[in-house]
């Protein structure tokens, strides 16, 4: 299918979904909002994917929403609030893959993703307020639990946008490459991630992703139930049995997806 505002692949296990409105710095309007949304009922329904790359090339992420787009009297702008938590809950893990701007919308889509590396000409910041807003997709709660309450309050207070170095330094990013290297490091590590059983990831991402909203002791009974349920499926324990065999006969493992 052909799509307007976004370029969409897959490949080798992989999704990839790549922001296309340079003319307009990637700023998600109602149309790519929507496609968006389609390209995940695809990825979600297609069990041969098994991570997902969102990226926006090597020039621009998501420079946030585009304030340009006009409604009627009345109504208010879409918000990408629930789409971005469907990318956060989803058992899939994701990778953003971003160079240059990733503003507002953009660094709250970037903050949903499991893993997030970026080029050294990447800037980022919830910069809402300088047209008296305040981000409206998670990014007030989800960037002071990944980088701190102090420093999330300067950003979304004063408007600031930081570079790679200091996203880095704060843990915003996992790595900084170069915009030539950007798909291929994002696809290296997706690669990575296609090594491990499936079961594994989902329930790595699942554990992490709940035992942070809860305190240490409920979270630790979490792991517990979490992992048991998952691991007594039948894939599971079948990818568990391929992994342990492969270990002793010192070969590579063949885990199969669902």
Not at 75 to 95: H, N, Q, V
């Amino acid at each position: 299918m052909a799509y307007e505002t976004l370029k969409f692949e897959k490949k080798d296990g992989m999704a990839v979904m790549t922001m296309n409105r340079p003319e307009n710095l990637n700023s998600v309007n109602t149309r790519m909002q929507a496609e968006m949304t389609d390209i995940w009922n695809d990825i979600e329904a297609d069990k041969s994917v098994r991570v997902v790359i969102i990226t926006g090339g090597p020039k621009c992420f998501c420079s946030g929403a585009d304030i340009k787009e006009q409604f009627p009297p009345g109504k208010a702008r879409p918000s990408s609030r629930d789409f971005f938590k469907r990318i956060e809950d989803s058992p899939l893990p994701s990778i953003a893959a971003i160079s240059g701007y990733c503003l507002g919308g953009g660094l709250e889509l970037a903050l949903c993703c499991d893993l997030r590396i970026a080029t050294n000409t990447s800037k980022f910041g919830l910069v809402e307020i300088r047209i008296g807003a305040v981000p409206g997709a998670g990014g007030m709660q989800r960037l002071p639990r990944i980088i701190g309450i102090t420093k999330a309050k300067e950003m979304l207070y004063t408007a600031m946008q930081i570079n790679a170095e200091e996203a880095y330094r704060l843990t915003l990013i996992n790595k900084i490459v170069t915009e030539e290297t950007l798909q291929e490091e994002a696809e290296k590590l997706a690669a990575t991630l296609l090594t491990f059983p499936p079961h594994g990831l989902k329930v790595a991402k699942r554990c992490v992703n709940e035992g942070m909203q809860v305190d240490l002791n409920t979270a630790l009974k979490l792991d517990v139930a979490i992992a048991a349920a998952e691991m007594a499926l039948p894939l599971s324990q079948a990818n568990r049995l391929e992994g342990q065999t492969a270990f002793r006969e010192k070969r590579k493992p063949n885990y199969k997806a669902e």
